[in-house]
């Protein structure tokens, strides 16, 4: 049997769910790999060169600031999932001019995106919204901030079913980010430097999470009990209207990337960082087919 180590670089379903369900389905060992599932949060990016990686947002920056060459081997989803929540009375983007806005640093993935959503919305992050810079988490300050005033509005991730927080605050969800930027994210890469992209327990991995992609829009049953294991503090009722409206609709079920989608992202990812673009999709996906 293969072995091989994987690490996560966020938290909740968007980054989680595909692998959970294949290992919870015994994929990896259907697929003859045995796969150590690590939390690479925190983890500088030549530590997360060594194995593979879920999360493609962070490669993808890395790989545009610091040269190294991951690939994309499988993608979950063309639809960023992260929300902008805020307070009673915030009701479009727009509003948050002069506002306090919890937001990801603008070199990781999070930050970077929500920085170009809000220049489109005509909006410049560093003028006219007043940042509050915060590491990616579980967001439950954010929550905490929310209710006793000292922010206005969050960008979150789904470590919480966004809509069911805002039902039950009286707040609003100004956006859901893949309304409003595309990008092929969250998947299976490999930095080739240390990892042969064919290599068997790579591809292995690739197979699985495409057996789960599958089996997130084929058997929702499992999959919202898979997904209400990630949202703890919500009802099985949210856990399904969460998955109804922005897992089901917007889950891959092949990990194809669309490169056209992902070469609009590079230019745009490249620009808000201030660095040029030197590759392409086609040289970042490679999401043809897994061997068998």
């Not at 959970?20 to 015994?26: E, L």
């Not at 530590?47 to 879920?54: D, E, N, S």
């Not at 005509?122 to 919204?129: H, K, M, Q």
Request: glycine share 8%.
């Amino acid at each position: 049997m293969h072995t091989i180590d994987l690490a996560y670089v966020g938290r909740g379903p968007h980054e989680e769910l595909v692998a959970y369900v294949a290992d919870q389905q015994d994929y990896y060992a259907d697929e003859g790999v045995h796969v150590a599932l690590r939390d690479g949060c925190v983890w500088d990016p030549e530590r997360l060169r060594r194995g593979a990686v879920i999360g493609l947002g962070r490669t993808l920056l890395s790989r545009l600031v610091g040269g190294i060459p991951w690939v994309a081997l499988n993608v979950n989803t063309q639809r960023p999932q992260f929300w902008f929540l805020a307070r009673s009375g915030l009701n479009s983007l727009a509003d948050l001019a002069g506002r306090r806005l919890a937001l990801h640093p603008a070199h990781t993935g999070p930050g970077c995106i929500a920085r170009i959503i809000l220049r489109e919305a005509g909006l410049d992050p560093d003028r006219d919204v007043r940042t509050v810079v915060r590491s990616p988490g579980n967001y439950g300050m954010d929550l905490r901030r929310l209710r006793d005033g000292t922010i206005d509005a969050a960008v979150v991730g789904d470590t919480m079913a966004p809509e069911a927080v805002a039902a039950e605050n009286g707040w609003q969800v100004l956006a859901f980010a893949g309304d409003h930027f595309q990008i092929p994210t969250v998947g299976v890469a490999v930095d080739s430097t240390y990892t042969r992209p064919d290599d068997p327990a790579v591809q292995a991995v690739v197979r699985a999470h495409r057996r789960a992609l599958r089996l997130i829009q084929n058997e929702p049953d499992i999959a919202q009990r898979c997904l209400h294991s990630f949202l703890g503090g919500h009802t099985p009722k949210e856990a399904r209207a969460h998955y109804e409206k922005f897992i089901a609709p917007h889950f891959s079920t092949d990990g194809q990337a669309n490169l056209v989608v992902g070469d609009a992202a590079i230019t745009a990812v490249a620009a808000e960082l201030g660095v040029p673009a030197t590759f392409t999709a086609s040289d970042f996906f490679r999401t043809t087919p897994a061997a068998a």
